[in-house]
């Protein structure tokens, strides 16, 4: 079945460590984001690729980096910049002639101690 | 710039009763509006969306929206809740640069009583 993949579910990081989350989608979809989710503050885009080799920063790309070497892959690195990176994070993906439909994956829960 | 208000954090139902889940937008541009779910510890769903074709739009598992361009509401109801509906509901409108960049409400969790 198609869909996207993240890992990995949960994930503990000691503070100033870097830590990646993966992502892969094999839906031939164009378009990948990652957002951060909050408890209250809803989703928020951190950075989205709308094809391989080029990326763009969402509204709290600060502390965060990602790369896209492969149309299946978007993945994110959560560095040691990034003041507050206890959340939830979600991929998700969207096709070329895009109607506003995101498929998203099933979430990484990351908890800094 | 786009947004979306969500009312209400948490609604309470009970099993049978009208579900009704409010979403107002603010758009420079004639918008499009999406309704997801979220189960615990689990991504996005579509319900519904509305891309300017029929104003009353219905989605999965009985929900319907209706799009109300002189009270820039997009509210979401269901005639009768389920206990399987207990989840969160995001409203998202669409950004500037188009579909691409959804700006998502802060959510309402709706919980169900039998």
Not at chain 2, 69 to 96: I, N, Q, R, W
Request: neutral net charge; contains cysteine.
């Amino acid at each position: 079945d198609g869909g996207i993949t993240q890992s990995p579910k949960y994930l503990f990081r000691k503070e100033g460590q870097n830590v990646t989350l993966s992502c892969e989608q094999n839906l031939n979809h164009d378009a990948m984001y990652w957002y951060r989710q909050d408890p209250g503050q809803g989703l928020r885009l951190i950075y989205y690729s709308q094809i391989v080799n080029d990326f763009q920063k969402g509204d709290i790309a600060e502390g965060y980096s990602v790369s896209r070497e492969k149309k299946e892959s978007f993945p994110l690195t959560v560095t040691s910049a990034q003041k507050n990176p206890t959340a939830f994070y979600l991929c998700a993906s969207s096709g070329l002639k895009n109607t506003g439909e995101l498929f998203f994956g099933e979430g990484s829960r990351l908890t800094v101690l | 710039a786009q947004s979306v208000t969500q009312l209400g954090s948490h609604v309470s139902v009970s099993e049978g009763a009208l579900v009704l889940l409010r979403c107002n937008y603010s758009s420079s541009v004639p918008p499009y509006l999406f309704w997801y779910v979220q189960y615990p510890n689990q991504g996005l769903q579509l319900l519904l969306k509305y891309t300017s074709a029929a104003t009353l739009v219905k989605g999965i598992n009985g929900f319907e929206a209706e799009f109300k361009k002189s009270e820039t509401s997009f509210h979401l109801t269901k005639p009768s809740a389920h206990m399987s509906d207990a989840a969160e509901y995001f409203c998202a409108v669409s950004g500037d640069t188009g579909f691409q960049k959804l700006v998502f409400g802060t959510g309402t969790r709706l919980l169900v009583s039998p």
